[in-house]
């Protein structure tokens, strides 16, 4: 089956630098943007007949995409409806959490105010169970409307069913599940409180995190009793260049894209802190961003 026949907005070789946070990233085969459910659901049913891998894209966050592309179809999200019903915020896979947070502001509602700053989607979010200041998507998921690819279902699950763990999911484990849209318990709070709560965040990140470059966010999770940051700091790593790639200065768990960085210098630089910081700590630090197409 010709994929570019039964998908007739489809676009070839379109490079995903210009889709990710890191600006990094080859050309992808196939490239098609989702502004549905029903356009997501099709998309993928028509990947799988044509045998054609398939990556759902969201904010293009807490990802490194080769240098050499993708070969198949890459899904952009860009579902993005939502509505707000008694302190719920029921909410598609593709609503960038920035807007989240604005909404609960406007409504008054408080729970999310720790999202503010974070360059994702709400999809991507429940995915990799984001989190900042102790809470994180854990806390407010009612239950994630998931479309499943092996019996071409939607189906509902309630947030026990997702198995959160620390940035980990069910999702994250069963690629087959595709978020397609969520609800988010919140609770009635004060607008002014809300605003401090959303500006004092907005300043530590501003303050702590080289956000004038552009990164793919923490790089790695943070292991038990320790941040990855200071780890890697120990190490005297902070302003390591390989290439157009670098340790940030500000906060070392972020490598900073300094123009045109190449995959292949962040991961050198990867495999370098990951070395370092194991034979000083006998710590193995486990990366929080995924790969695609390594």
């Not at 356009?39 to 490194?64: E, H, R, V, Y």
């Amino acid at each position: 089956m010709n994929i570019e026949k039964l998908l007739p907005d489809i676009k070839k070789n379109i490079f995903l630098r210009n889709y990710t946070t890191f600006r990094i990233g080859g050309p992808a085969k196939y490239f098609f943007v989702a502004k549905t459910k029903e356009d997501l659901t099709k998309a993928i049913q028509m990947a799988k007949k044509s045998n054609l891998p398939f990556f759902i894209l969201g904010g293009g966050s807490n990802i490194l995409v080769s240098d050499k592309g993708y070969n198949g179809l890459v899904i952009k999200i860009k579902n993005q409806k939502s509505k707000i019903k008694n302190n719920r915020i029921l909410a598609e896979a593709g609503l960038a959490l920035n807007r989240l947070v604005e909404l609960s502001l406007k409504n008054n509602l408080t729970g999310m105010e720790w999202a503010v700053g974070i360059p994702g989607t709400i999809g991507g979010a429940i995915y990799g169970n984001a989190g900042a200041f102790k809470k994180s998507m854990k806390d407010l998921i009612k239950e994630v409307e998931v479309f499943d690819t092996k019996d071409e279902k939607i189906k509902i699950f309630k947030n026990k069913d997702c198995k959160f763990g620390y940035r980990d999911s069910i999702f994250k484990k069963k690629k087959n599940l595709i978020i397609l849209s969520a609800s988010l318990q919140l609770k009635k709070g004060k607008k002014m409180k809300i605003k401090e709560k959303i500006k004092r965040y907005l300043n530590y990140r501003k303050e702590t995190q080289p956000l004038n470059f552009p990164s793919a966010g923490s790089i790695f999770k943070n292991p038990k009793n320790f941040y990855a940051g200071f780890l890697i700091e120990k190490c005297g790593l902070k302003g390591k260049r390989i290439g157009n790639a670098k340790i940030s200065e500000k906060h070392a768990n972020f490598i900073v894209n300094l123009g045109n960085g190449k995959a292949k210098d962040v991961k050198k630089l990867i495999k370098l802190i990951k070395k370092k910081v194991k034979n000083k700590f006998k710590i193995e630090l486990e990366e929080e961003i995924q790969y695609l197409s390594f």
